[in-house]
């Protein structure tokens, strides 16, 4: 197996391996003797980085044991939620929320999640725990997901939607729209539209979500919503360009 190698150099031998260990974990669980593969740093110190980045929650394991990026990445992503993409964030997604009644929400991709970085709750939604700020919710599910990996390449998609609750043709699809959405992916009941934000080159960095009860939504959201979407997140992505 080949190893990795980072273009940016700190100069500090330690941040350095540290950074190669979290770009493998950027695209998904890895063992020890994978991360000491894929960087050709010896298991020695892939380990004892490991333990040390799992003691500040950096990192975790899952049910099989293996690493993944822990619950302080998406606490790192509220914290440094100054920059330009949610600078105006707040102030679209407050009108998203005034004109649907419903909740929105933006969220970014990291490895096989996606972290909520803004957020504006609609009235009675009953769902703040489960997307407050910070929370990492998984690549398997949704539309902000389907939005998020949608523009992705070819060899991305395929990896991803292996343990994904929709395919390569719902992809397509999304790519064809511009739009995603979900009935009851995350919880019975609710149902969701998203479009992406996209900043430099028209990269995708987000997917601005609207998520409520079916009863608001409708059973088309997307159709419902999507150009008020489309709408709201050329505002958002125009500040990046």
């Not at 970014?108 to 725990?129: L, S």
């Not at 900043?199 to 079916?214: E, K, M, T």
Request: charged share 20%.
């Amino acid at each position: 197996m080949s190893t990795v190698t980072s273009e940016a150099r700190s100069g500090v031998g330690v941040l350095d391996k540290t950074s190669l260990l979290l770009g493998v974990l950027a695209g998904g669980p890895a063992s020890l003797r994978t991360l000491s593969e894929v960087t050709g740093l010896s298991r020695a110190t892939v380990h004892r980085l490991a333990l040390a980045l799992e003691n500040i929650r950096l990192l975790t394991r899952d049910a099989q044991g293996r690493f993944v990026l822990g619950p302080r990445i998406g606490e790192l992503a509220e914290e440094a939620g100054r920059d330009r993409l949610l600078q105006g964030a707040e102030r679209v997604l407050a009108e998203l929320r005034v004109r649907t009644g419903v909740s929105a929400r933006l969220y970014r991709r990291h490895g096989d999640q996606r972290i909520c970085v803004a957020t504006a709750e609609g009235p009675g939604t009953g769902r703040q725990a489960r997307s407050a700020l910070g929370v990492a919710l998984p690549m398997k599910a949704g539309a902000g997901s389907q939005v998020l990996l949608a523009w992705e390449d070819p060899q991305e998609i395929t990896q991803a939607i292996r343990a994904a609750g929709f395919g390569a043709v719902t992809l397509t699809k999304v790519r064809q729209q511009g739009w995603a959405q979900s009935l009851g992916a995350g919880e019975l009941g609710f149902a969701a539209a998203a479009v992406p934000v996209r900043g430099a080159a028209g990269r995708v960095v987000a997917a601005l979500v609207l998520d409520g009860p079916v009863t608001l939504m409708s059973r088309a959201p997307g159709r419902l919503y999507g150009g008020l979407l489309i709408d709201a997140a050329a505002r958002l992505g125009g500040g990046l360009t």
